[in-house]
């Protein structure tokens, strides 16, 4: 019987049975890229761009399975997408600032290296669903990313982000933002974090200012929508 002639319950079965034997023979036989489900939960594929999406795709699948490093250069990924290399540096600009990557050179005038991040891969609604907002602590990672970490869960924290930080001085709360400083240096120190960006919490009056050290423990929250 030809498959024209098939109902449309057995093509499922067919479909479905296609796309199975597939995917297992591309995830054991070849390069591959995830995208969990925290990506739509979280917003993140409601806020980003499409080009920035695509230069996402690109490098998750050219970069390694289990670590997440693509040392693709930016001439490179251009004449890919026969776009410039001006072009392609707004698109990982953006990606860097939803904290998706990482770039960095590993030693003076070396090479650039591009680490995709972590983000929540499933949002624990358990977890958050009794509270208005989630609460943890401030840290950041080996390669300068920052994040608040509580009981359940970890978040990137952007900079579109409002949030509020402990005073442990006057007892109190403070609302405000994250504020991403950038220098020249290239120079990364021997724990591995980009020295060339600076956190700092501001709040909205600005009568605090406060720099985000890897060694503070600053207790933090931000407000579910």
Do not use: C
């Not at 990924?77 to 776009?83: A, C, E, M, T, V």
């Not at 939803?98 to 003076?108: A, V």
């Not at 943890?136 to 579109?160: A, C, M, N, Q, T």
Request: aromatic share 14%; proline share 1%; net charge positive.
């Amino acid at each position: 019987m030809k498959y024209s002639d098939l109902r449309n319950k057995e093509k499922s079965i067919i479909m479905k049975n296609n796309y199975r034997y597939w995917k297992l023979d591309a995830l054991d036989e070849s390069g591959y890229f995830v995208i969990f489900q925290g990506f739509l939960e979280d917003d993140k594929l409601k806020k980003i761009s499409g080009n920035a999406l695509k230069l996402y795709i690109y490098l998750g699948i050219n970069s390694s399975n289990f670590e997440g490093v693509i040392w693709h250069s930016n001439k490179k990924i251009s004449k890919y997408f026969g776009k410039s290399e001006r072009t392609i540096r707004g698109w990982m600009k953006e990606l860097e600032d939803m904290n998706l990557i990482k770039r960095m050179r590993l030693e003076y005038n070396g090479n650039v290296f591009t680490y995709l991040q972590p983000y929540r891969y499933k949002l624990d609604y358990k977890a958050i669903s009794e509270m208005n907002y989630i609460q943890g602590y401030l840290f950041l990672d080996e390669v300068g990313g920052i994040y608040i970490k509580g009981d359940h869960i970890i978040i990137p924290i952007l900079r579109s982000m409002y949030i509020e930080i402990f005073n442990e001085v006057d007892n109190k709360w403070e609302k405000g933002k994250i504020q991403i400083r950038r220098y020249d240096s290239e120079i990364v120190n021997e724990e591995g974090v980009d020295k060339k960006i600076k956190y700092i919490f501001q709040t909205f009056d600005g009568l605090l200012s406060k720099n985000i050290n890897k060694k503070d423990k600053l207790k933090a929250r931000v407000y579910i929508e």
